[in-house]
């Protein structure tokens, strides 16, 4: 009766460390989540500045997996590098040994439950009753989250202790290393936290049913079995991801294997050099030095592991016209924005390239063409262009509908709001010229004076627009863009004026609804242009085409 109380407490215990681990993960997240994607961008550009942030950012957030998430999202984003990834993600492993140095220092040396309430306390009262600001409130998450972990310590200590006493630690010396290297292995793989793994390791040690040696070979297996997370997390991703977690588990596995076979050296090492006599202390010192040693073996090769990876997984590239977004998980919000933006500007060029193509670039059909056939005439390759536009729409149309799914904070609402019409209106410009190719067939294809100084002007005047437009996407004003808004309101009615006025005096072989028709939707699809402008840079242009009655 009394070893199945102490099972259930020490089950219970796994369990409520876990559900910390998840509670401490989430709160920070949402409490400093962005400045740590603005610290893993703005510094990851070599590789040993990786190794550095991922370190610092793991020991803070606790969570390996959080950091390779928002690598996986940086990487498919094309934000950082393979390799610049592949430090990071050494950086996390070594920053993951913190929560071990936190419990051996803490968790053995005082009264953990009597550490805990003050936590648990505290947090649950924040979070129920103060949380209309979510800063509280995701404090509050973290408070809990944080005493959660040392009640869950408390209660595998107490258990581990219960079962010490009825333990002879003769029977298991006669164990092999290898069987305890195995046992790592399973049992993180089987709950997914290596953290986890290592303090039931310092509880079994602390009470002394293992010695260090044995100790030792489990915490190895605990370093490989973690890499399991983000394995099982891999299955059925990209390509990217499966890199990274091949990448992840060669690093574990090699540095784990290679330290196994020297842990009797190891922990002389440390006893005689480090002069650590405490085994808690000595274990978390192994651990640390375990996953430095993964680093300085690795990092003079990331480049060659970088070129390496690069041709794995060749066919689990991801589908699709996007560039980016693609690669980037919606799980990691902040980041996916970030993507989609950058292929916002992509669909931007790629749609003012099918303009210019559309109005200066496209092939006639020949002089001897009927007439008929000149009308319904639409170049194929113009066509495979506005369809690989409206198929790159319905990819960022779906993946701003994920990011919704999200919990996103109110100025990335907004954002992705602005960047979700920035498409819509590039499409609907793309449209607008789609729809008068075979009008401009007919005015190229007229031998009337006005006819053909209307389409020359209008060329000259779209062309205009689109170096405008050009210019005003890679430095953005907005009494440029106003200013432009005012022009095209004016030339539009000047362009009609002056159409109306020749045609008192002028015969045309083009209906002159058609001639109209072409220069108002010319104007639509530009203004439509200059929205997508305003809606990327973030502004309301509600205000500025009140009283542009265009399209």
Same mark, same amino acid.
């Given at each position: 009766m009394v070893g199945s109380f102490d099972f259930w407490k020490f089950?219970?215990?796994?369990? @409520?460390?876990?559900?910390g681990m998840h509670q401490l993960e989430h709160a920070?997240? $949402?409490?400093?989540?962005?400045?740590?994607? #603005?610290?893993? %961008?703005?510094?990851?550009?070599?590789?040993?500045?990786?190794? +550095?942030?991922?370190? +610092?950012? !793991?020991?803070? @957030? %606790?969570?390996s997996s959080l950091v390779t998430l928002m690598v996986l999202a940086f990487l498919g984003g094309g934000m950082i590098s393979l390799s610049h990834s592949?430090?990071?993600?050494?950086?996390? &492993?070594?920053?993951?040994t913190f929560t071990a140095w936190i419990v051996a220092t803490l968790g053995f040396k005082v009264s953990v439950a009597d550490f805990a309430f003050?936590?648990?306390?505290?947090?649950?009262? !924040?979070?129920?009753?103060? &949380?209309?600001r979510p800063l509280l409130r995701n404090t509050g998450a973290f408070l809990v989250g944080f005493g959660l972990l040392f009640l869950g310590l408390d209660f595998m200590k107490v258990a581990i202790e219960a079962v010490a006493q009825q333990i002879d630690l003769s029977d298991y010396l006669g164990f092999g290393l290898g069987v305890f290297l195995i046992l790592g292995i399973l049992v993180t793989g089987l709950i997914q936290s290596s953290s986890a793994t290592i303090v039931i390791v310092l509880s079994a040690i602390n009470a002394q049913v293992i010695d260090i040696q044995h100790a030792m070979a489990m915490v190895i297996g605990a370093n490989i079995g973690t890499t399991f997370t983000l394995v099982l997390g891999a299955l059925g991703g990209t390509a990217d991801k499966k890199r990274l977690a091949l990448a992840n588990f060669i690093f574990k596995f090699v540095a784990g294997i290679l330290t196994f076979f020297f842990i009797e050296e190891m922990v002389s090492m440390a006893f005689h050099t480090f002069k650590v006599e405490d085994p808690l202390m000595e274990l978390v010192l192994l651990n640390t030095l375990i996953n430095v040693f993964g680093i300085v073996i690795f990092y003079p090769f990331l480049g060659l592991m970088e070129r390496w990876l690069r041709g794995k997984f060749m066919l689990d590239e991801p589908q699709g016209f996007s560039t980016y977004i693609k690669n980037v998980s919606t799980e990691v919000p902040s980041v996916g924005i970030m993507a989609l933006e950058k292929e916002v500007a992509s669909l931007? &060029?790629?749609?003012?390239?099918?303009?210019?193509? @559309?109005?200066?670039?496209?092939?006639?059909?020949?002089?001897?063409? =009927?007439?008929w056939k000149k009308i319904i005439y639409q170049p194929k390759d113009l066509l495979a262009d506005y369809d690989r536009l409206k198929s790159l729409?319905? $990819?960022?149309?779906?993946?701003?509908i994920g990011l919704q799914e999200q919990n996103l904070s109110s100025e990335e609402a907004v954002q992705l709001t602005h960047l979700m019409h920035a498409t819509r209106e590039l499409v609907y410009g793309a449209k607008d010229f789609? #729809?008068? +190719?075979?009008?401009?067939?007919?005015?190229?294809?007229? %031998?009337?004076?006005? +006819?053909?100084?209307?389409?020359q002007s209008l060329k000259d005047k779209m062309h205009g627009y689109a170096q405008q437009l050009h210019e005003l996407s890679e430095e953005y004003s907005e009494q440029e863009l106003l200013s432009l808004y005012r022009q095209l309101e004016e030339d539009h009615e000047a362009m009609i004026a002056e159409l109306y006025h020749k045609l008192r005096q002028q015969k045309t072989d083009v209906s002159i609804s058609t001639l109209s028709n072409v220069i108002k939707?010319?104007? =639509?699809?530009?203004?439509?242009?200059? &929205?997508?402008?305003?809606?990327?840079?973030?502004? =309301? =242009?509600?205000?500025?085409n009140e009283n542009i009655p265009l399209g």
């Open positions: 089950l219970a215990g796994i369990g @409520l460390f876990l559900w920070l997240r $949402e409490l400093v989540g962005r400045s740590f994607r #603005d610290l893993l %961008q703005r510094f990851t550009n070599r590789p040993w500045k990786g190794i +550095v942030v991922g370190t +610092v950012i !793991t020991a803070i @957030l %606790q969570s592949l430090g990071v993600v050494l950086g996390a &492993n070594l920053g993951t003050p936590f648990l306390a505290i947090g649950t009262l !924040t979070y129920l009753f103060v &949380n209309s931007f &060029n790629r749609t003012l390239k099918f303009v210019k193509k @559309l109005i200066l670039k496209h092939h006639l059909p020949g002089r001897n063409t =009927s007439v729409e319905d $990819e960022l149309t779906g993946y701003g789609k #729809d008068i +190719v075979h009008n401009i067939q007919q005015m190229e294809g007229s %031998q009337e004076l006005l +006819v053909m100084e209307l389409h939707q010319s104007f =639509s699809g530009v203004k439509h242009l200059c &929205n997508a402008i305003d809606n990327r840079k973030g502004m =309301s =242009s509600a205000a500025v």
